[in-house]
């Protein structure tokens, strides 16, 4: 069973950083591309970032480019988001999703599995 | 803003048919994919590619594309059906992914 958990979240100040987890378990975790999808309180669902099987092709959203930085280790099946500069409209619950490729360079993104979030809250 | 266009809400009478779309210029270059979220809940992929569905999604669900619209028939709507529903692919540039800003579907 395929199974994708968040960790990490959190209250934070703004300009504060904070550093998100995702431990995937139940499929080859190194033969997919990944991605981090957000959802502020009450609204739509936001792509935020995406990384290729071997972080060799790794896309950001304009909203979070040069304060984020997504990563991961496939020797142990994770997925990492570090976030920096965070500001108040960072505050959303963030998911993890897998996506049904290897790769995200020129691809239209299909996210099969879905964590259940982490809800980072930037506020003072 | 949403470079994927959605209608915000749509309703359908329980056993009737809806249809929910998702407008934009890079629908001519890539299929979208479309995600149901029910309150409180993860998304859940319903659609991908040119009409195919994951295992477990009921066959009552059906997507199709002509242009620049790709959309996501529900066919015989159930109350469980009842849910914020969204598209995603790429923007207009490529290089980036974008959601549509969603579909609220009411049954009825």
């Known amino acids: 069973e395929v199974q994708l958990v968040e960790s990490g979240g959190g209250l934070v100040q703004p300009g504060g950083s904070l550093r998100l987890s995702c431990a995937a378990s139940?499929?080859?975790?190194?033969?997919?591309?990944m991605h981090w999808v957000r959802q502020s309180p009450g609204k739509g669902l936001e792509w935020v970032s995406s990384i290729s099987w071997n972080s060799g092709n790794i896309e950001y959203a304009d909203s979070v480019k040069g304060r984020f930085t997504i990563s991961r280790d496939n020797a142990k099946n994770s997925l990492f988001m570090q976030m920096h500069s965070l500001r108040a409209e960072d505050t959303a619950l963030y998911y993890c999703?897998?996506?049904?490729?290897?790769?995200?360079?020129?691809?239209?993104?299909?996210?099969?599995?879905w964590g259940q979030g982490t809800l980072v809250t930037v506020s003072s | 803003s949403s470079e994927l266009t959605q209608d915000p809400a749509v309703s359908v009478a329980l056993g009737q048919t809806v249809r929910i779309t998702c407008q934009g210029d890079?629908?001519?270059?890539?299929?979208g994919s479309w995600y149901q979220q029910k309150p409180g809940q993860a998304p859940v992929l319903v659609i991908y590619?040119?009409?195919s569905r994951p295992s477990g999604i009921p066959d009552r669900f059906s997507g199709s594309s002509s242009g620049n619209t790709a959309s996501l028939t529900i066919t015989g709507a159930q109350a469980e059906d009842e849910a914020d529903y969204y598209c995603?692919?790429?923007?207009?540039?490529?290089?980036?992914?974008?959601f549509g800003g969603g579909t609220t579907v009411t049954v009825l």
């Open positions: 139940g499929f080859t975790f190194d033969d997919y591309a």
């Open positions: 590619g040119k009409n």
């Open positions: 999703a897998k996506d049904t490729g290897i790769s995200v360079a020129g691809t239209r993104g299909t996210l099969d599995y």
């Open positions: 890079s629908l001519r270059s890539y299929y």
């Open positions: 995603l692919s790429r923007d207009s540039s490529g290089y980036h992914y974008v």
